[in-house]
């Protein structure tokens, strides 16, 4: 039995609301059961260095927690000097994700500087924030589209990621934070609306996992990120 | 005229809405006008190495904004590894505000975080930062009495603080960023329900200004103030 | 009765040396009493990238203390790798300050840098730090005036700034360490030639003080002020 | 065809050389065809404030690269004032990993620290990392128990890693520097000598794989694996 | 000729004055020509970590030049965020110099922390440093003596640097800056009043130099530091 | 006696293995006993900002010890953020000793990096990595003589540094920890080819030293460097 009375192949509850603030050109807020995410999408012009004169876009993102959306306050991490490694970890795999499915040619030599920061967590946050972070770009995309800035579509597919793990050794889909801080296996899984994987994650927290355990999860993955994708054209509006 | 229609002595709509996280022992957001900042407050065991043995507790506090709470983005403060002046003098501000109607003596040795995160900016993030810090540490106080890990009230007085300016050559209350960002003269008040005063700042941004003009400003703070306590206690449901 | 047995409108000794640096555009050592801070002014070709082709100049400053200038050892921000927000606000306001006496498009595409390093400190190093800044600035601008780089005059008022607190319960001009560490409420008065206020601040350190308060404040910052802008005069030799 | 004319599923030439320092606890030498890592493990007493007093020690590592160990000079880490995203995760990794195969409890309470600094990078550093770390953690342990410090074996399996990618739509194993930079999908396989996975990274790095391909890189690292728990062995002289 | 018109073997104009601040143990004023150092010698109880225990006490220096004691201004280092490799080499030589007339048992288990700042630079600021540094921490040690702290001397011998160099191919003593900037060698050396070396550190900054050149070196830095040391005395009244 | 049995004007066995790494302009692998040094010579195109446009080159250093080259393991300074006091003066001793050595205008706009990384330690490690940092750049400029990138040779000498310090008063050659750890007086000489001195730094690490024993570690030196010139030499196959 899960904590949460949920099925093993059952997501928690999912929203994601657009539109949450006013200055970004793209936003939303989306929640996973209590874990909730705020996320922006900002359009900057010019490109980093590497990328000057190339003729193509970037996407890049940031991760931050604030201090109190944990059980006990972390510290926060402007006060520390630095970001974590895990923060680092996350922002890294959040830019990939998204770039796995942007055309950079189309955007033109701008940037896209996505911003996730937690405001509560329970679970899952990179997931949600990879999930929200496409819905986020897609409407900054539209928003130069509708501007004339851009012509074709920069977006070529869907992306969108879940969690899963092995919790008392029964194969489980999105983690939240008591199955996770007791799970012996947790993995994310970033896919494609078209079937691909862009990223599998997956570590033994607690003991090594088998073949057989780690297809189990995949399996999951894939039925969970289905539910997803619907979930993210429907915050759009398609 | 003023840029919202506002009367030169109206606040922008305020609201404060409590118990908004889920972990804090204290929480609220608070809105004036489009300025929404998040606010909790978190209780730890133990006070800073100064005030090891003392008999005495601490409130202190910390201040951010999100990335792309503004107009255009700004850098993240702990991607660029430190805080900006502008940050520490804000939450020094606000740790000294609350401190100035806090019985420290009452609160034991245990200290009380002031977490101020802005979600989206368009003036006066300091001030609504403070009035609603000081609901979040009565919520904060409220459940330590209710846990009967202190006995007397640590809270004294109730503090609050509102902005004023000279814009367009009159004083008015409650600058939002059309105005705080043309006005001659910009300050802001930190009073208390009792009717003092904890901290004046006022500064000619354009030109410096005439003692008329800065009581001109008082009085609209004083007038501004009564308002916005009433809206504390009413948030408390006193 | 105060413990260096001044009135309570009664300045400390005040100094101004000028001259004091062999390399400097301008200098100046200012004394308060014990108070001692080294002023130099450093004309710098260029602004900073914000002002960039707008045709005008830019004045900063910087403040530091030297770790023996107190009463018992202070780190050295240098090897504690930041400078602290006391140091950041307080260099801001120097900078603010002056400002808002300059017309920087008379200065042309330049920077003036003042550095305030403070010797010994007896209380007051910020508003000795202003006071001292408008007379370095002045002589710098003077030397730019003399090499014919300019041909208005960059400076187009005076500023001072003067502390003033209520100790046991008195109003007092110009607190020294001694009344500064046990005042109920501190303020500094940044005011100028002309008499307009360029800012105030104003703190209740031990307890919330009244608008009488604050107006008896005000009326000795004026008187104050007065004799520190004759003092600023007779150093530049006017 | 691989660049190096290798099989798709065979192994550059690895070596395991150890006893390579003079001073470490443990240590070896390990080679990946032109990749070649320094690893050595530290014994320290004591653990890391989080585990005091629990009755338990810690393994942990780190990582860096020589400033010309790559085909370009890349900036020095100590000199740059931080570590990169990469290297923290790489490191993070590490210790993870080793933790997979050790009883934390037999160790006692003191440290073990890996440092893998790689001399020359020719593609799958993270890999000889780990597989050189696991050899220099056991030959620590063995001086351990020499010393008759502790009385088990902490060492509680082997752990091994390898890298597979999809090279030209080709499934291929153990990718050098001029497979990996141009490869369509990119692999980490940690796995235990007991047949466990103890972690899975896999990253659609130019295009999403299929699950198709995703296991046949899985039975690639399974075969890789092999081989190299029998160099490991051997290494050790068992 | 010397650009000041001095002889060869002729030192500027040097003095010491004693008692400059107000709170440290023991301070002093240096000037060498237009050099100025401010030097203050602060006691602290406790030492630092690695001597915790040992019955011995300890001396350290710190170093730093006021931005704009130089002909332009540098960054101040506590705004950069870090102290320059060269500042971090002369205080580390200043600790050094003077630990070896120190007998460290003799000051019990207290530091005495020297601060050298560089009011004015115009060569030998380290000599200046190391020079007022023995002043200053005697004057320490004799307030520790008066007020029965310690019973003996821990101060064994004086200690004093001076450069020298080669400046057009004649050997010079004391360089000022016209001459550093300039000459072929330079050299520094620490000496003490009984005639060891302490410290010798020497620099072909155009060219290599000869061993005759260096004995050169060697004699004029003798007959300077002899002259030094009477000064030395002599600012001690003794 | 000697801990290691060497006569006192002995140096340990030295060797100089080039062409260590892959992929650097010059490389090279220095043993002096148990001290192992890695160097590296990586060419760039272009110069620091201070040289641009000035038709001449640079040589630089960075210099860094692995984690466990000690007996005791240290602190990674990638890790700590910063490098220490001492590896800058060390980098910044090898950086003056080169170009003391090379003809800057001879190189065009380009630098050589120089990095020497210790991979064990057991005393002497500055000059060993002086020493073959020489090595290194002469086949780094070899390497752009065959590209015909230069056509002079901007090596116009051989540089070398040997170690010499007062052991149990007896002067002796090349020091070991053991020797080091214990010497009374350290010293290292940077000496060229054609006799000159480039650099001298000698300290009383335990007492001050005479005249006359620093005169016999710079006869010491002497004799080392010749043997250790023919070295380099050999190594280059001259």
Redesign the interface.
Known sequence: MRPSNRQPDQLRKVTIETGV????EG?CLITFG?TKV?V?A?V?QGVPPFLKGKGQGWVTA?Y?M????????SR????????S?????I??LIG?SLR?VVDLKALGERQI?I?C?V??A?GGTRCASITAAWVALSLACDKLKEQKLITGNPII?QVAAISCGVYENTPVLDLDYDEDSSAETD?NFV??G???????????EK?????DE?NAL?DLADKGAKEIFALQLSALGR
């Open positions: 603030t006013r200055y970004a936003s209590h705020l922006t900002s900057e940031e931050g604030l201090p109190r959306s944990t059980h006990t306050r926060r991490e402007a006060a520390a000097g630095k970001q490694g895990r923060t680092q970890e922002q890294r990939r796995a500087i911003d920061d405001i509560q329970d597919d993995s896919l494609t078209s079937g691909h994987i862009v990223e599998v994650q997956a570590t033994g003991r090594g996992f088998s073949r780690f995949f």
